[in-house]
């Protein structure tokens, strides 16, 4: 048995009468929309609703399943504890999406608990399916820091292990859309709020799922959308499947986006094959931009190779420019996957006899001793993007008004801890965030009196 059917819904919690005292008035169009999903849960009679939620616990590089036979939660948080739920959970399905996931190095599993407390990602879906529909247990599924291309595998292992149990289930990807509509919402108004909003909409309303992989991080952060990640599973879920989607509602009053679609599986579709189809596209780019890389990024790329894959630091090539061989600089190699960063270290002044070692021992550095990541494996090499970044001589300046973000990197420096943010960097786009990443790098508290110095770099790709 196939996943029946998903549906893509929002979770904001004013919608629940009780939590909004009449301000669920204002997003009417929504509840209509939300009634008529539930409905239609309640005619399909799930044995198992799979939930999709931003607000379940999260991690950087994990995918929190909740363990454990039941849960409980209520909106007391949102002045509406008589507002209550207690599900219980499939946990036949539940092992077999961890267990199927394991088998394909998806990290995902039931560790990690923080709070087993039921969340309003999830509550919201269940209070109008519970409307109309009583039985059904719950499957609760976090989503992670990890690429769109890691969400979209879990998707189909959540589809495998249904097929292999053969449940009948339902999935909702519960997820808000931008929350940067409206200058008097909540959250603000930025340009790509809307952009985001009407985007998702037409993707997720012709059911284009590989378009989902077009949507970039930096976007998504400054859209401040929470629910790309839960749809992107849901697609894969529909991964070689025809589907039949409706768009029922969007409504932006509120300042928030809040989209609602219906996605019916329709038989095989070979051409739907949206991850194989995008890796694809990406290992060609990769591949191209590899054989159009200049020395110093070929050099960063051969020198954590060999580390990675023999733990081997390569002697300095012959045939290198003199300008890599004959100078001293301090040196910075970035690595992302999937546009997403994977790692990068450097050195502000050099530490090295010349740029071409600098660049070898910080490519290994990068790859494997970067604190915030694991180490990069052999099957991620050919996924990597790499750049090198030639850091000039720092120089003191006496005010922000001296930088450029796209010209200059920023050191802030207070007694013995320095923090370096390199310039051109996507998302940091005032003087201000620049300053405020390169100091809390440093481990320096915004009431403690800095110094700034800035330097340009020649970046390499």
Not at 17 to 44: C, H, M, N, S
Not at 49 to 56: E, G, Y
Not at 153 to 168: P, Y
Not at 220 to 247: L, P, Y
Request: aromatic fraction near 8%; glycine fraction near 8%.
């Amino acid at each position: 048995m196939s996943i029946l059917a998903a549906f893509m819904v929002p979770h904001p919690p004013l919608i629940v009468p009780a939590v909004g005292r009449g301000g669920e008035a204002e997003i009417e169009e929504t509840t209509r929309a939300y009634d008529r999903v539930a409905q239609e849960i309640a005619e399909l009679k799930p044995e198992t609703i799979i939930v999709t939620s931003p607000h379940q616990t999260m991690y950087l590089d994990y995918f929190y399943i909740s363990p454990g036979n039941r849960a409980k939660g209520s909106f007391a948080q949102f002045r509406a504890p008589e507002v209550r739920f207690e599900v219980g959970y499939d946990r036949e399905l539940r092992d077999a999406i961890c267990r199927i996931a394991a088998e394909r190095d998806i990290p995902a599993g039931t560790d990690g608990e923080r709070d087993a407390r039921l969340d309003h990602g999830t509550m919201v879906p269940l209070w109008f399916i519970r409307k109309y529909y009583a039985p059904g247990k719950i499957i609760r599924i976090g989503l992670s820091g990890l690429p769109l291309t890691e969400h979209y595998r879990l998707g189909q292992a959540i589809r495998d292990a249904v097929e292999e149990t053969g449940r009948r289930c339902v999935l909702v990807a519960s997820g808000d859309l931008s929350h940067k509509l409206q200058p008097h919402g909540p959250y603000g108004f930025a340009p790509e709020g809307p952009e985001y909003d009407e985007r998702i909409m037409d993707v997720c309303g012709r059911a284009a799922f590989g378009e989902l992989f077009d949507f970039d991080e930096t976007f998504c952060e400054k859209a401040a959308e929470c629910g790309h990640r839960s749809f992107v599973i849901m697609a894969g879920a529909f991964d070689g499947t025809a589907v039949k989607a409706e768009r029922l509602s969007h409504q932006d009053v509120t300042g928030v986006g809040y989209g609602i679609c219906t996605f019916y599986p329709e038989g095989p579709d070979e051409s739907r094959h949206f991850l194989d189809a995008y890796l694809a596209r990406e290992e060609a780019e990769l591949k191209a931009k590899r054989e159009r890389s200049d020395a110093y990024v070929r050099l960063a790329r051969a020198s954590l190779e060999s580390y990675i894959l023999r733990r081997e630091i390569i002697d300095i090539p012959a045939g290198l420019p003199a300008e890599m061989t004959q100078r001293q600089a301090g040196a910075f190699v970035s690595i992302h996957k999937q546009g997403k960063l994977r790692g990068c270290i450097g050195t502000i002044a050099p530490t090295q006899d010349c740029v071409a070692e600098e660049i070898i021992y910080n490519a290994i550095s990068a790859s494997t001793r970067d604190p915030r990541f694991s180490a990069i494996r052999p099957d991620e090499l050919d996924l990597l993007d790499i750049n090198v970044d030639v850091l000039g001589e720092p120089e003191d300046i006496t005010s922000p008004d001296e930088l450029d973000v796209k010209r200059y990197g920023v050191i802030v420096s207070c007694g013995g801890r320095r923090g370096l943010l390199l310039p051109d960097l996507d998302g940091v786009d005032t003087v201000e965030e620049q300053i405020d990443i390169a100091r809390q790098k440093g481990g320096i508290r915004k009431n403690e009196p800095y110094t700034l110095q800035r330097f340009e770099v020649v970046r390499h790709y």
